[in-house]
């Protein structure tokens, strides 16, 4: 049974820096693209970033919000994916979900194993 557990999340101060991790255990690790979603209180889930698999070639795809500001990555040895977060916002705060696609679209449209989430709040 596949497990997706995140870490890193915690409270900054605008302009401060974190680095997300995402473990998984329970399935082919490299095998699957992978995402950062984020939710906000009282709003809908969003999309932050994707990787896709290693041997595709592909550069990492960002929603504009974060773009020069996050970088994706994965560390197919580790079974890990990370999100690195640079000049953290207040309209950043949220929790914060890794997610697992079998390789199809690109980005992808649909995932098929999701984490738990970690807090991120940054405040101004």
């Known amino acids: 049974q596949a497990q997706l557990v995140e870490s890193g999340g915690g409270l900054v101060q605008t302009g401060d820096s974190l680095t997300l991790s995402c473990a998984a255990s329970?399935?082919?690790?490299?095998?699957?693209?992978w995402a950062w979603f984020r939710q906000a209180p009282g709003k809908e889930r969003e999309f932050v970033a994707a990787?896709?698999?290693?041997?595709?070639?592909?550069?990492?795809y960002y929603t504009d919000a974060v773009k020069g500001r996050f970088t994706i990555s994965r560390d197919n040895a580790k079974n890990s994916v990370y999100l690195r977060m640079n000049n953290l916002k207040p309209e950043d705060t949220a929790v914060y979900s890794c997610?697992?696609?079998?390789?199809?679209?690109?980005?992808?449209?649909?995932?098929?194993?999701w984490g738990q989430g970690t807090q991120v709040t940054v405040s101004s």
């Open positions: 997610a697992a696609a079998w390789p199809s679209n690109w980005p992808p449209l649909k995932y098929d194993y």
């Open positions: 329970g399935l082919t690790f490299k095998s699957f693209d």
């Open positions: 990787v896709t698999v290693t041997w595709s070639g592909r550069t990492p």
